[in-house]
């Protein structure tokens, strides 16, 4: 595994200061994976920045990247769920993410994610 991406339940999972994602976040950095956030999972969960200081504070960290959900990224999240039979692009953004990068998936939705992607590795928060 070379790092994590996160989606839209891991954040609120830290906005809400689960411990556990927490440390599975802090043990990722000590270790210098790499940590990714698709940007349209960003959308699913901003709300009101001056009362999101943990997601503000894990979003601008210099050791996470987010991920431009670009025309070509749109396109394929589309065909991808084409594909699976779903209708979330923001998962399918969330699994072609962690698929191009090798990473495991904090998710809170990992049913879909399978549908989506049966190879993902997940961990469930």
């Known amino acids: 595994m070379k790092g994590l991406t996160l989606d839209a339940g891991a954040l609120i999972a830290l906005e809400r200061r689960d411990r556990r994602v927490a ?3 802090k ?3 000590s270790h ?3 940590i ?3 940007t349209g999972v960003v959308g699913q969960v901003w709300r009101d920045g001056s009362r999101q200081a943990v997601i503000a504070r894990v979003l601008g960290a210099n050791d996470v990247e987010l991920v431009v959900l670009d025309a070509e ?3 394929a999240s589309g065909v991808l769920c084409g594909r699976a039979g779903t209708s979330d ?3 399918a953004s969330v699994a072609l993410c ?3 990068r090798g990473h495991k998936v904090l998710t809170s939705d990992p ?3 399978r549908a989506l992607d049966s190879s993902l590795e997940l961990h469930v928060v």
């Open 111 to 113: 049913d879909d994610l």
């Open 36 to 38: 990714s956030v698709p």
């Open 32 to 34: 210098g994976l790499e």
């Open 89 to 91: 692009v923001i998962d």
């Open 73 to 75: 990224t749109a396109r």
């Open 23 to 25: 440390a599975l976040l």
């Open 98 to 100: 962690a698929r191009e």
């Open 27 to 29: 043990v990722a950095q």
